[in-house]
């Protein structure tokens, strides 16, 4: 009789432990199937497919440049949309890097709703980014911009 005493104690204890809290009862997941890629390098060709779909970062010269003319221009403020950190995550960090180094307040999010290329809100700033980049931005025709400041918007490369 005692050998069963002590378990139903325990388990009413955990029980009113749940309860109120303190104990936090999870289940483990179930695994069904395990999936591994193959090691190793890729191929030539894959990685020529690759590099075609990602857009590359600034160069240092292009940054300087680009902060020079944001400086002109004075604080700031500007978004910066990526379709996908895979696709476009080194060149919207080289794009912060230069407007924050020039003092704008400068966002960076991620947006699976960019069209394919580079848009932006504003002419002057198209023509500053096309002017000091080898970028071609184009302007944002359907700008509804209600944010703050401005906004380039790098899409999937075309």
């Known amino acids: 009789m005692r ?19 303190f104990v936090h009862v999870t289940r483990t997941p179930e695994v069904t199937r395990v999936v591994s890629a193959p090691a190793g390098a890729i191929s030539a060709a894959k990685a020529q497919r690759l590099a075609k779909t990602v857009w590359p970062e600034l160069n240092q010269a292009e940054v300087d440049g680009l902060t020079a003319k944001l400086k002109e221009w004075g604080p700031g403020h500007v978004t910066i949309f990526c379709i996908e950190e895979s696709k476009c995550g080194d060149l919207s ?7 924050e180094s020039a003092h704008w307040i400068t966002n960076t999010m991620n947006s699976p709703m960019v069209p394919p ?14 002017a000091s980049t080898d970028l071609r931005v184009t ?9 703050p400041g401005e906004y380039i918007a790098i899409g999937a490369k075309p």
């Open 3 to 21: 050998e069963h005493i002590i378990p139903s104690i325990v388990a009413s204890c955990v029980a009113i432990a749940a309860s109120v809290g």
């Open 139 to 147: 302007l944002d025709r359907d700008n509804k911009n209600t944010g």
């Open 117 to 130: 290329g580079i848009i932006s809100s504003s002419t002057d700033l198209v023509l500053m980014l096309n």
């Open 93 to 99: 960090l080289s794009l912060e890097n230069a407007f």
